[in-house]
């Protein structure tokens, strides 16, 4: 027994079951978000995979690794968005070194 | 009238699809336009056994268009005064009798295309190609589904992107790509169990890529999706991706596509002579409908003009997203 189920990522839908309006709302949104704008599709299915792999929802890495291949990425450019994504997430973790480093700093002679 | 192939390897020939086309068309039927192209099948043998080959072409294939045949497919050309000869295979250009029917072709006025996969001008005897197709002013249609060798040659073989790359050179020496009159289109497949992007912006990509690296210039790029029948099937089922393949291309039918169809324009022939609505109809052995002429040698465009089109849940291959033609994207 697992919590994630592959085939739970086509049942999205099923989540407007008791409040059809909002997931209206939220499907409207999260279409037009992708839709070509000043950034392209293939830009935005980039940053789709790094945010989805920053946020670790396996549906979302599914959904968008197809979605970047669907636009023309390659392994190497879709290796690129993730490395920044994990980048920034590691460089978030560290960059929090100096709280500690002020907080020594307040507390030491 | 034959039937649509039983089975595959004892499997379906056709792909399991969460619904049928014939569902989604509304009950209503799919009618042909006037009929502009003769598209030949001269033989499956290639040089090469792509994963993704809906003819399920190899060396090992004996499936060879016969002279007489082909001499069936001029007379047609001929009298019915058939705008464009769109020549395939295989491999077309190891059938035998290729370069007479390109000759004839071109002598009868015709537009000649000929789906070219590269690599074939480093076989015997085929040096010289890109000298015929020149001399001939063939449009060169030529396979390479992305401008890497690793997708290159996951799908089409070991050292076909390195071939590939050299014979997109020969073709540039010549003219074509560079010359109005000699035309160089490419055709990208996707590399797996997913839809091809858009046209427009990947033909960008593969400009600027073919050129910085290896100063290759083409015309256009036509992305074609993936038909999940024949060796794609088989690789869709031992990759466990038929279901969400099928669901993929059924969820983005598009129904602005049909108008465009390739096969509302053409009629396809195969190496024997037998006549479909489209070479994947002719890989499935689905023919045209009973009331029409079934072989070039009793050809009647006034017959085949506006026939009920055969159809089954591989079209869904064609009606996907922007749409699949031998032509690149529909809409």
Not at chain 1, 63 to 84: D, K, P, R, V, Y
Not at chain 2, 33 to 40: E, F, H, I, K, N
Not at chain 2, 42 to 58: E, I, R
């Amino acid at each position: 027994m697992h919590y994630y189920n592959e085939e739970d990522l086509g049942r999205f839908g099923e989540i407007a079951k008791h409040k059809p309006e909002l997931f209206e709302k939220f499907l409207a949104w999260y279409q037009a978000c992708q839709e070509e704008g000043a950034l392209s599709k293939r830009e935005k299915a980039l940053i789709g995979l790094a945010v989805a792999v920053t946020v670790q929802c396996p549906y979302c890495i599914d959904a968008f690794t197809n979605s970047c291949l669907e636009n023309g990425s390659n392994m190497e450019q879709m290796t690129e968005s993730i490395h920044l994504a994990s980048a920034i997430r590691g460089g978030a973790s560290l960059v929090h070194g100096i709280q500690s480093h002020n907080a020594h700093d307040k507390v030491s002679m | 009238m034959q039937a649509v192939q039983i089975t595959r390897n004892g499997k379906p020939a056709l792909p399991d699809s969460p619904i049928s086309f014939s569902r989604k068309l509304n009950g209503g039927e799919l009618f042909s336009a006037r009929v502009d192209t003769l598209q030949v099948n001269v033989g499956k043998l290639c040089n090469q056994a792509c994963k993704h080959c809906h003819v399920d072409a190899s060396p090992a294939r004996t499936e060879i268009m016969k002279r007489e045949t082909i001499e069936s497919c001029l007379r047609v050309l001929r009298e019915f005064r058939i705008k464009t000869l769109d020549i395939t295979g295989g491999a077309p250009e190891l059938n035998p009798n290729f370069r007479y029917f390109v000759t004839e072709a071109r002598n009868a006025g015709a537009q000649v295309l000929i789906r070219h996969n590269l690599t074939v001008i480093f076989e015997k005897d085929q040096e010289d190609l890109p000298d015929f197709f020149a001399a001939s002013q063939a449009e060169v249609i030529c396979s390479l589904p992305y401008f890497l060798e690793q997708q290159t040659d996951s799908q089409r073989g070991t050292g076909v992107f390195e071939k590939s790359v050299k014979a997109l050179q020969k073709l540039n020496e010549v003219g074509y790509g560079t010359n109005e009159k000699l035309v160089l289109n490419l055709v990208y497949n996707p590399t797996g169990a997913f839809l091809p992007p858009s046209q427009t912006a990947i033909e960008a990509d593969f400009k600027r890529e073919l050129k910085t690296r290896y100063d290759i210039s083409f015309n256009n790029l036509y992305t074609i999706t993936n038909m999940p029948i024949a060796r794609f099937l088989d690789w869709l089922r031992r990759s466990k991706n038929e279901e969400s393949y099928m669901t993929r291309l059924v969820n983005a039918f598009n129904p602005s596509t049909l108008e465009g169809l390739m096969c509302r324009n053409l009629i396809s022939v195969d190496w024997q002579g037998n006549l479909f609505d489209c070479d994947f109809n002719q890989m499935l052995e689905l023919s045209l409908k009973e009331d029409l002429p079934q072989t070039i040698f009793d050809f009647s465009l006034e017959k085949l003009n506006s026939r009920q089109i055969a159809t089954a849940n591989h079209c869904f291959g064609c009606t996907a997203g922007a749409g699949s033609s031998c032509g690149g994207t529909v809409v």
